[in-house]
């Protein structure tokens, strides 16, 4: 398996392009399930996850292609893609795919409100925590589905096709409520989903539903209403920036120092993490071209952090914090909320002197002046990308193991940090 080496302690200076948002794309990608016609989808990233919903959706019947590279274009502008569900072949998805990525699961939403049914397999994904599906199941339910769970499989049917109804979620999900709102746009009359996320990737699923046709108000806000059509039509969709990446960036130049443009990305996406930014030390403008980052004369400032649902701090932002932290002046609390299994990068950033105490869902970091490089093990992919800051920031060498994860999510990193002056290069194994 491919691993990461950094040399840490040079400042980042350059132009980093922010890619299309791996959480957008996926579910971009889904909604082609709905419509007999093509759905083009452009600055969709280059990323396993991408790749691995690509098997997916062929297995179903989608027809995928994408155009080749046009003259000008930059090797990390984003890709564009064009998905044509003409007849969908095949409504079950099999254990074999489902399992190796949690955000497949929501094809079940489209499969059903089709084809009225659909029989897909129960989710893996990254091991942050036991992420259940029980909202689906009853959201699904309350628009009149019939339920079964067997072998391992969400059976659904619903003979005369799915019956608008009002869902309301006990906490907020993004990925049920990309599920239902998804499911909504071809049932009968009207949903109302209720406590539904916010996130920004949802706000862009809904205009892209809508420029298929689809009769969506409130998508961004905690409600969301769905009129029911009878069919929808191909479109054109451009996928939001990707805010994680962008957050990403901003704290590997607020752990090294040094000045970066983060390119084609926009502040409101990630308001609160800015903000928090800021406080710790951070600069950050933006500009027509995106968001300009650079760290103060200061130091590190601790800065205490809740992960909350947006528009709150982002539990994908978590860790890639809290080794911004581990440098800070002195001490920082970090809460997890969302997800009850999201330290396992504790134990790694401790192998590069950091000083964390957990405390229940509460991480207690004591700002240390120096990490030292060392080996240390990718978990998940946000981890997993919080090493490799760590790593830019500490002395001598870093080597981040089992990589994996790294690509599901972050687009042609080592490019991107090498390019801003980096020492950073993958070592394949
Ligand atoms: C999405 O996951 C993201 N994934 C995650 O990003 C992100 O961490 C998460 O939202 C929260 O922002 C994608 O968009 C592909 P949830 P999702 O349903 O939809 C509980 C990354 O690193 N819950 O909003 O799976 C659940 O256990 C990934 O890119 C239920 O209890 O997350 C969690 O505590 C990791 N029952 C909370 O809700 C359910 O049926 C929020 O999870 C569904 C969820």
């Not at 409100?113 to 699904?140: K, Q």
């Not at 949802?202 to 046709?213: I, K």
């Not at 952090?305 to 609390?333: H, I, K, N």
């Given at each position: ?10 400042e ?11 959480n957008?794309?996926l579910?971009?990608?889904i909604?082609?399930l ?10 969709v ?28 274009q ?5 890709q564009t ?8 072949v ?18 079940i ?5 089709r ?45 005369g ?24 746009t ?21 205009a892209?539903?809508?420029?298929m ?13 769905i009129?029911?059509?009878d ?29 970066v ?37 200061n ?35 970090i809460?997890?909320?969302i997800f ?17 105490h ?8 004591d700002g ?26 500490a ?14 999510g972050?687009?042609r ?17």
């Amino acid at each position: 398996m491919d691993s990461i080496k950094v040399v840490g302690g040079r400042e980042l200076k350059g132009v980093i392009p922010i890619s299309g948002a791996k959480n957008a794309a996926l579910p971009l990608m889904i909604a082609s399930l709905l419509t007999e016609d093509t759905l083009t989808l452009s600055n969709v990233p280059r990323l396993r996850d991408v790749a691995q919903l690509t098997q997916i959706l062929m297995n179903h019947g989608v027809d995928y292609s994408v155009n080749g590279k046009r003259s000008g274009q930059d090797d990390l502008d984003g890709q564009t893609v064009h998905l044509t569900a003409r007849e969908i072949v095949d409504t079950t998805a099999p254990y074999e795919l489902v399992s190796k990525m949690r955000a497949s699961f929501w094809v079940i939403g489209p499969l059903v409100a089709r084809m009225h049914e659909a029989r897909v397999s129960l989710p893996g994904g990254c091991a942050i925590g036991t992420r259940p599906v029980d909202f689906f199941i009853e959201g699904l339910e309350k628009l009149g589905a019939d339920i079964d769970i067997d072998a391992g499989y969400v059976v659904v049917k619903a003979p005369g096709g799915l019956v608008g109804d009002r869902v309301e979620f006990p906490k907020v999900s993004v990925g049920a409520t990309h599920t239902i709102m998804m499911a909504a746009t071809l049932a009968k009359g009207e949903t109302e989903i209720v406590n539904a996320a916010c996130e920004p990737e949802v706000a862009d699923l809904a205009a892209c539903l809508t420029a298929m046709g689809a009769k969506i108000e409130g998508a961004g806000t905690p409600v969301i209403r769905i009129q029911g059509v009878d069919r929808l039509h191909g479109a054109h969709h451009a996928v939001v920036p990707d805010r994680i990446e962008t957050g990403t960036y901003a704290m590997a130049v607020a752990m090294t120092g040094g000045e970066v443009l983060l390119r084609g990305t926009r502040a409101n996406l990630l308001d609160t993490a800015l903000d928090t930014l800021r406080e710790a030390g951070t600069e950050i403008t933006e500009v027509p071209e995106g968001l300009k980052v650079y760290r103060n004369g200061n130091g590190i400032q601790p800065v205490d952090v809740t992960t909350e649902p947006f528009p709150g701090f982002p539990t994908d932002l978590q860790a890639q914090f809290m080794a911004l932290m581990t440098m800070a002046g002195g001490q920082s609390r970090i809460t997890e909320t969302i997800f009850e299994n999201r330290f396992m990068h504790v134990q790694e950033l401790a192998r590069l002197g950091a000083q964390i105490h957990i405390d229940g869902n509460t991480a207690i970091v004591d700002g240390v002046s120096t990490l030292r490089g060392a080996p240390v093990m990718a978990t998940d992919l946000r981890a997993s990308v919080s090493l490799v800051i760590a790593g830019l920031a500490a002395e001598g060498e870093t080597t981040v193991n089992r990589v994996y994860h790294l690509d599901r999510g972050f687009e042609r990193l080592e490019d991107k940090l090498t390019r801003c002056g980096a020492q950073i290069e993958r070592i394949s194994g």
